[in-house]
T-cell receptor, first 112, second 112 residues
């Protein structure tokens, strides 16, 4: 299963764009990149996922490099409520099931 | 559309006891996954159920077992509780064959 590497923590000023990087150099051609976030003591929240093209939804944008070895999650206008741990995940597919392997993620602190 | 719900929200047990946690999947989803999240760590995959059958298991001992019912709700049972079983237990539902999982709020278990 493809491993991901993320910075331990980042700060972002309120109202500015938050850019969260992730490396997934061992990703294979048909594996998606997923992003979840977890606000303190709550269940993880799905944000966005992508294969090779850039994706955007109401929460965020996902930029995937052409070689697919890294990606960046962009929160265009960070608010205090975006303070959370952000997880970049390449789901493991084995025996017909998809397993999410969570690392330590990036703790994003949005500062007033 | 109803989201994933879990019960109870909090639970205190003593070492050696048994516990049952419950999860109702999101409307239309037929797959349920369970995760354990120790304090300060990312969630760890326990197992997944698809159409009432176990469909993948993580590195957890047999005293962790589960069930899925015809309405796709699920139970997680843990026998012979140990102190290290204290954690947030998360349930996630998905549509079989798709990777996107949606999480419930979790059950916080404390073993004394």
């Amino acid at each position: 299963d493809a491993k991901t590497t993320q910075p331990t923590s980042m700060d972002c000023a309120e109202g500015r764009a938050a850019n969260l990087p992730c490396n997934h150099s061992t990703i294979s051609g048909n594996e998606y990149v997923y992003w979840y976030r977890q606000i303190h003591s709550q269940g993880p929240q799905y944000i966005i996922h992508g294969l090779k093209n850039n994706e955007t939804n109401e929460m965020a944008s996902l930029i995937i490099t052409e070689d697919r070895k890294s990606s960046t999650l962009i929160l265009p206008h960070a608010t205090l409520r975006d303070t959370a741990v952000y997880y970049c995940i390449v789901p493991y597919s084995g025996a017909g099931s998809y397993q999410l392997t969570f690392g330590k993620g990036t703790k994003l602190s949005v500062i007033p | 559309e109803t989201g994933v719900t879990q019960s109870p929200t909090h639970l205190i047990k003593t070492r050696g006891q048994q516990v049952t946690l419950r999860c109702s999947s999101q409307s239309g989803h037929n797959t349920v996954s369970w995760y354990q999240q120790a304090l300060g760590q990312g969630p760890q995959f326990i197992f997944q159920y698809y159409r009432e059958e176990e469909n993948g298991r993580g590195n957890f001992p047999p005293r962790f077992s589960g069930l899925q019912f015809p309405n796709y709700s699920s139970e997680l049972n843990v026998n012979a509780l140990e102190l290290d079983d204290s954690a947030l237990y998360l349930c996630a539902s998905s549509l079989g064959g798709e990777e996107t999982q949606y999480f419930g709020p979790g059950t916080r278990l404390l073993v004394l």
